[in-house]
């Protein structure tokens, strides 16, 4: 039985209950449950959202449908890094979410069964082209709603301080020079070259997963192909020159980044305490809403020394596919639908997207105001290449949590970059072995 074996999945994830009640908040209640009383509208949507970035907008989108519409919206926000876990919990309950996420083909194998075909919906019929669709054979088990781009986020007026330009940064080499430099007159500046590259689990992600894309991106050029069995490791020379390059040239020691957060890293670049923020085009609004204006913001690509670097242009894809819950009433089935195709068509729903989204792949897209996407098309634009998202194609949490740890062993001085290689390489192997 499909919850039985969801169970088996996440045991663990039941004891995460309490504290996923208090990491997210309802548009009709205090939880999945408040949301049964429909005052006589059909259906009900419980989204179980993937972004604690998006929480906020997400919740006020949500009321609004409600009050056109009389169909209660609850949006419940799993804590950064236990959104699996999370799902294993919630999707048992009575009240389980009846829109979630998945990250790819990866994620799909997990939770293919619950999965909704959604071929032949108003919220399919939407998008600007089927490669925006995840397959699961025939079926179109999700959809793919945001097109996002990261890179290194750059503080243009600072950088200007130390005496440099954009155009000064056109490859890793050219990186290294200007960060060294900076932290050479870190007192004298009174500013560091990059934010703490934390890796507790609101932050690690970064580096775990969006920096180890790039080796494997690299390797997968190479050998022209799009998955693997097994990595090779070639450029983990590279992953290790760009690590390095972050945790020697930042405003913490290498040693107190097990305890940094992401709070921590964006507040220090908010606050003007570093030149380099490695993420995504999601924060640009959380920086805009804290002070900072476009004038001092633009996006760069994270060169480690591979490839046509002057030719590089961001990294971007997606790993967002919304999935509808095939467990759920028909009635709850065609109210998410519905309240997706009304997020992605009106006015209200695509602008939020697109706002605190980044650029939706549908027919009736608003178009954004978000610089960092507006750096992504100018690169595209000038005939870059931008790096295509592979962490779909990682075997596992378990080996991003490998990698995680080994990486933080290395950066405090407990573990060495063999320690690194191994969990990557051989961690690769034996994840996909076991989950295949």
Same mark, same amino acid.
């Given at each position: 039985?499909?919850?039985?074996?969801?169970?088996?999945?996440?045991l663990?994830?039941?004891?995460?209950a309490?504290t996923?009640? %208090?990491?997210?908040?309802?548009?009709? !209640?205090?939880?999945?449950g408040?949301?049964?009383?429909?005052? %006589?509208? /059909? %259906?009900?949507?419980?989204?179980?959202?993937f972004?604690?970035?998006?929480?906020?907008?997400?919740?006020?989108?949500?009321?609004?449908?409600?009050? @056109?519409?009389?169909?209660?919206?609850?949006?419940?926000?799993?804590?950064s890094?236990?959104?699996?876990?999370?799902?294993?919990?919630?999707?048992?309950?009575?009240?389980?979410?009846?829109?979630?996420?998945?990250?790819?083909p990866? *994620?799909?194998?997990?939770w293919?069964?619950?999965?909704?075909?959604?071929?032949?919906?108003?919220?399919?019929?939407?998008?600007t082209?089927?490669?925006?669709?995840?397959?699961?054979?025939?079926?179109?088990?999700?959809?793919?709603?945001?097109?996002?781009?990261?890179?290194i986020?750059?503080?243009?007026?600072?950088l200007e301080q130390? !005496?440099?330009t954009?155009?000064?940064?056109?490859?890793?080499?050219?990186?290294?020079?200007?960060?060294?430099?900076?932290?050479?007159r870190?007192?004298?500046? %009174?500013?560091a070259?990059?934010?703490?590259?934390?890796?507790?689990?609101?932050?690690d992600?970064?580096?775990? =997963?969006?920096? $180890?894309n790039?080796?494997?991106?690299?390797?997968?050029?190479?050998?022209?192909i799009?998955?693997?069995?097994?990595?090779e490791?070639?450029?983990l020379?590279?992953?290790?020159?760009?690590w390095?390059?972050?945790?020697?040239n930042?405003?913490?020691?290498?040693?107190?980044?097990?305890?940094?957060?992401?709070?921590?890293?964006?507040?220090e670049?908010a606050?003007?305490?570093?030149?380099?923020?490695?993420?995504?085009?999601?924060?640009?609004?959380n920086l805009?809403?804290?002070?900072?204006?476009?004038?001092?913001?633009?996006?760069?690509?994270?060169?480690?020394?591979?490839?046509?670097?002057k030719?590089?242009?961001?990294?971007?894809?997606?790993?967002?596919?919304w999935?509808?819950? /095939?467990?759920?009433?028909?009635?709850?089935?065609? $109210?998410?639908i519905?309240?997706?195709?009304?997020?992605v =068509?009106?006015?209200? !729903?695509?602008?939020?997207?697109?706002?605190?989204?980044?650029?939706?792949?549908f027919?009736?897209?608003?178009? =954004?105001?978000?610089?960092?996407?507006l750096?992504?098309?100018?690169?595209t634009?000038a *005939?870059k290449?931008?790096?295509?998202?592979n962490?779909?194609?990682?075997?596992? @949490?378990?080996?991003?949590?490998?990698? *995680?740890? $080994?990486?933080?062993a290395?950066?405090?001085g407990?573990?060495?970059?063999?320690?690194?290689?191994? $969990?990557f390489?051989?961690?690769?192997?034996?994840?996909?072995?076991?989950?295949?």
């Open positions: 039985m499909k919850r039985k074996r969801v169970l088996a999945l996440g663990i994830a039941m004891m995460a309490a996923f009640a %208090g990491c997210g908040s309802s548009a009709s !209640g205090d939880s999945a408040d949301s049964a009383s429909t005052d %006589g509208a /059909s %259906g009900k949507v419980y989204y179980l959202n972004k604690p970035e998006a929480d906020e907008a997400w919740q006020e989108i949500a009321k609004q449908y409600t009050e @056109e519409t009389g169909v209660p919206v609850t949006v419940i926000t799993a804590a890094g236990t959104y699996e876990e999370t799902l294993s919990s919630e999707i048992v309950k009575d009240e389980a979410p009846t829109l979630f996420q998945v990250n790819g990866v *994620g799909l194998a997990n293919a069964d619950y999965c909704y075909d959604l071929k032949d919906s108003s919220l399919y019929n939407e998008l082209s089927d490669s925006f669709a995840l397959y699961n054979d025939d079926a179109v088990a999700g959809i793919a709603y945001v097109i996002e781009s990261y890179g986020i750059t503080n243009t007026k600072l130390a !005496g440099y954009l155009e000064d940064i056109q490859s890793f080499d050219d990186l290294k020079k200007v960060a060294e430099d900076i932290t050479a870190k007192d004298e500046l %009174g500013f070259a990059f934010t703490s590259a934390g890796m507790d689990g609101s932050s992600w970064r580096f775990k =997963t969006h920096l $180890a790039l080796p494997i991106y690299f390797e997968y050029q190479d050998k022209g799009d998955s693997t069995d097994a990595i490791g070639k450029y020379d590279n992953y290790k020159a760009i390095d390059l972050y945790i020697n930042a405003t913490c020691k290498p040693a107190d980044l097990a305890g940094k957060t992401g709070d921590d890293a964006e507040n670049f606050d003007r305490q570093a030149v380099f923020y490695q993420n995504g085009s999601w924060e640009y609004a805009t809403d804290k002070g900072m204006t476009d004038d001092e913001l633009a996006m760069i690509p994270i060169y480690v020394g591979a490839g046509d670097e030719n590089q242009g961001l990294c971007t894809g997606t790993e967002n596919f999935c509808v819950n /095939s467990e759920a009433s028909e009635e709850d089935i065609q $109210a998410t519905d309240f997706l195709t009304w997020m =068509t009106s006015d209200a !729903g695509t602008k939020m997207l697109s706002e605190q989204i980044g650029v939706i792949p027919k009736k897209a608003a178009d =954004t105001t978000n610089l960092f996407v750096n992504d098309r100018a690169y634009e *005939g290449t931008p790096v295509s998202w962490f779909t194609t990682m075997p596992s @949490e378990e080996w991003k949590n490998g990698v *995680g740890s $080994a990486l933080t290395y950066a405090a407990t573990g060495s970059w063999d320690d690194v290689v191994t $969990a390489v051989d961690g690769w192997a034996s994840e996909y072995a076991a989950s295949h």
